[in-house]
């Protein structure tokens, strides 16, 4: 089976921008969850999505939002770009919600 | 609030000896817990996991050990290879939320 995979791989935006971030999962699996790593802050939740319905949402301000398709491919917005929105962007997909299957991740740069 | 705690940042071990990785947590209600090894710039890949009703999980090399009471848990790999030098997440998650809180990681340096 092909692994989660998440477009693109890098990205270079600037302040105030918008950016869209795509990931497919793993065939079969139903649940796709969003994670921003930081130096500063590490791995954080950003959101959770299931059978196209957002579950449960992190700590993360109105400007980070996503939904999820019907093929279980799933979007994360992130709009009016700031500097610290730099980051590694990680997208996991999952069967049963337990273990969790990472894709290589976005690296955003904002200028 | 820091729910999942990895206090060495870093571990250095000779090849062929054991690796031991540390995890604790705050939260009682996790009850599924995971190890994740992760190069730079790259995606986290899953090792081993665990689930609270048990207190061992064996995977070649890799065994995750869960103390409920101590809200602890570790990673030993024996033996350690150079190729296992990489950064070490433990994460916790709480049953059907989809959501796995993540430890800040502890650098391991397999040394040949």
């Known amino acids: 089976k092909a692994g989660v995979t998440q477009t693109p791989r890098y990205l270079i935006k600037t302040r105030g921008q918008q950016v869209t971030l795509s990931c497919s999962p793993i065939?079969?699996?139903?649940?796709v969850s969003w994670y921003q790593q930081t130096p500063g802050q590490g791995l954080q939740f950003l959101f959770e999505?299931?059978?196209?319905?957002?579950?449960n949402k992190g700590n993360f301000p109105g400007r980070f939002s996503g939904r999820q398709f019907s093929n279980s491919r799933s979007e994360m917005n992130v709009s009016t770009l700031e500097l610290g929105d730099s980051a590694l962007y990680l997208c996991?997909?999952?069967?049963?919600?337990?273990?969790?299957?990472f894709g290589p991740g976005t690296r955003l740069l904002v200028l | 609030d820091q729910q999942v705690k990895q206090n060495s940042p870093s571990l250095s071990v000779q090849e062929g000896r054991i690796s031991i990785l540390n995890c604790d947590y705050t939260?009682?209600?996790?009850?599924?817990f995971l190890w994740y090894k992760k190069y730079p710039a790259e995606g986290p890949t899953f090792l081993i996991s665990?689930?609270?009703?048990?207190d061992k999980n064996e995977d070649g090399r890799f065994t995750v050990f869960l103390n409920k009471s101590a809200k602890h848990l570790s990673l030993h790999i024996v033996p350690s290879q150079p190729g296992d030098s990489a950064v070490y997440f433990c994460?916790?998650?709480?049953?059907?939320?989809?959501?796995?809180?993540f430890g800040q990681g502890t650098t391991l340096q397999v040394k040949p």
């Open positions: 996991a997909s999952s069967m049963a919600l337990e273990t969790q299957y």
């Open positions: 065939s079969g699996h139903r649940s």
């Open positions: 999505y299931f059978s196209e319905t957002q579950r």
């Open positions: 939260n009682s209600m996790f009850d599924y």
């Open positions: 665990i689930s609270s009703i048990k």
């Open positions: 994460a916790a998650s709480t049953s059907n939320t989809g959501k796995l809180i």
